[in-house]
């Protein structure tokens, strides 16, 4: 369903737009207030880059959500810092030699503690069980480093560029029980260079991920919208 193991993505520089060859549209812009924010948690294991990305969205207005908790199993990823920096709760929840079920019931918990009502996996590198999924479903959603449904699983940048696909990109969307299989609702795209290292096309990935999430959460909270088989249909 989402990030099926131990992995490193991406290098974590990222490129700027005019060498990816990318006309991006305008950043988001920040939505009347009044309406009332969903509160959202994050599930990460690692540098916490899309977290980022989608907490400073957040605060600046342009999706209306607060990140009201990050979960981490990793005591050391470094995104748990990066929600401290922010004001932003933190709980740091093992899985390590921990049952998977006990594991899960203890995020469970600390997401509804928070009453949180979106879940947002943002590099999260646990295999979620169907009964957990279902608990949050359909309000959690995961980015993935690849145009779905190609290159599902770990290592989606590598699979991409060994492949030689001209171009790929990122991937926002629905959980479900499978692995990356859930019903896509923002997908954008990357060129792949000529020369590029899989580094390289990694980074060009991410900088369209730290557009995605916000852009996904934003349109799942500001449109109506329901599910058709595998599709996200938007009013
Ligand atoms: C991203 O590439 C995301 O697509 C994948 O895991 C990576 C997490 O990166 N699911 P970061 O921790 O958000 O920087």
């Not at 190609?150 to 699979?159: D, I, T, V």
């Not at 990694?202 to 995605?212: D, G, T």
């Amino acid at each position: 369903m989402t990030d099926t193991g131990e992995r490193e993505e991406g290098s974590g520089e990222s490129e700027s737009p005019a060498r990816a060859g990318l006309s991006l549209p305008a950043p988001l812009s920040p939505l009347p207030s009044g309406g009332g924010r969903a509160r959202a948690a994050v599930l990460l294991s690692g540098r916490g880059s899309n977290f980022v990305a989608l907490a400073d969205a957040c605060a600046r207005g342009e999706v209306p959500a607060e990140i009201a908790l990050v979960v981490s199993n990793r005591s050391d990823a470094p995104g748990l810092e990066r929600a401290r920096e922010r004001g932003i709760a933190t709980v740091v929840l093992p899985s390590k030699g921990v049952p998977r079920e006990e594991h899960e019931e203890r995020v469970a918990t600390a997401i509804e503690a928070a009453r949180a009502e979106w879940v947002c996996l943002a590099g999260y590198m646990r295999l979620l069980s169907p009964a957990f999924v279902a608990r949050f479903a359909p309000r959690i959603l995961n980015i993935h480093p690849a145009l779905l449904p190609s290159f599902p699983g770990l290592e989606a940048q590598h699979q991409a560029w060994e492949c030689g696909v001209r171009v790929s990109g990122c991937t926002v969307h629905l959980v479900d029980a499978g692995c990356d299989t859930g019903p896509i609702v923002v997908q954008r795209a990357a060129p792949v260079f000529d020369g590029d290292t899989p580094d390289d096309l990694a980074a060009r990935i991410l900088e369209q991920e730290h557009v995605a999430y916000a852009e996904a959460l934003r349109l799942l909270l500001t449109r109506s919208w329901r599910v058709e088989g595998r599709r996200v249909v938007f009013d």
